[in-house]
């Protein structure tokens, strides 16, 4: 069978809607860890393109399987980071950075083990956008059509890293070895932000979202932690999600960045973005501030604007304003079954619909 995709939410043969959804039947669904070889082969990578996948790819190493990565690096330009490559050899996988610039610009991904090969040829890179927001396509070949076209994992990387390319190795024993020249820093204070991900996120609130901003001060509604959930998708809209957390059974990665309240004219420093890697894989936004300030109310819109590399701004458009009905139709994908929905648009469309 051949399921093919175009993400984010443009196509789908089947019931799969975009890369990382093929990606998740593949390494997680209908893989039992510790068998066989997962592998990926992709030009570009970077950190929140594989946090959907570490733990996945963590049970799979302690339980007696191997993982392949093949990426790009460049001592010029940003293919591959080191945040990504680390976490991928802390996983247990072994990496290999080939050296020549834009070469490899193939893009796949799957599994070997005892019962044939899965792949998926996809033009999504290994990155944050590659796996959300950037517009893709993907192809999944189960294991009978890849028997039927006698693709093998093993014979084509074998192909691949026979090639007379420079090749690395880079491990954790030497981080400062000539491999990590060729991978950027995505934390860099340097680090500019790519006009790409200069977008606004347009987000209805619900319930669940406003409760604790408009309860009073000391009531059983007023307890917990107050966040906004967002799309599973978000994985292109924030900072590398580094932080993993050191308590509870189930991992979270997390992020901070600077979140401007235009509306209230106050900052928080140090706003956490949390990723639940094995509960429901939703995105949360750490919204502390608005706590009993009554700000917003179910289904207001939160416009969220990235205006750095991690900073950001947020403005409440109050249902039936004109700034409500000048956003709202940009809030095309729906979360769930409650008139949660959430879309984005680019912040020079933002500032001119603003103005």
Known sequence: ??????????????????????????????????????????????????????????????????????????????????????EMLRCGATVHVVNRKRLLHAKCYGVEDGKGSSLVVTSGNFTGPGMSQNVEMSALLDKPATASSKFSWSDMMTGLLSQRWEYYRPTLDDLSGPAWDLLFDEKAPSLVLDDTAEVTMVLRLSHSDTVRVNAEAGSDASKGTQYFWLSKDCYDFFPPLTIRNQRGHKATYSCLVVMRYVDMGMEDPECRVTFEAENNLDFRLGTGKLRGTGVAKEGDLALITRVGEAAYEMRIAVEGSILYDRYSPYATTFIGHQGKRYGYLANSDFRRLLN
Do not use: C, D
């Open 1 to 86: 069978m051949i399921e093919v995709t175009v993400h984010p939410n443009v196509y789908a043969t089947g019931p799969n809607k975009g890369l990382i959804h093929l990606l998740e039947k593949v390494w997680v669904r209908e893989h039992t860890p510790g068998e066989g070889t997962l592998h990926i082969v992709s030009g570009f990578a970077n950190y929140n393109g594989g946090v959907r996948f570490y733990e996945t790819f963590k049970h799979h190493t302690q339980l007696g399987g191997k993982i392949n990565a093949v990426f790009s690096g460049s001592t010029s330009s940003n293919l591959t980071s080191r945040q990504v490559v680390e």
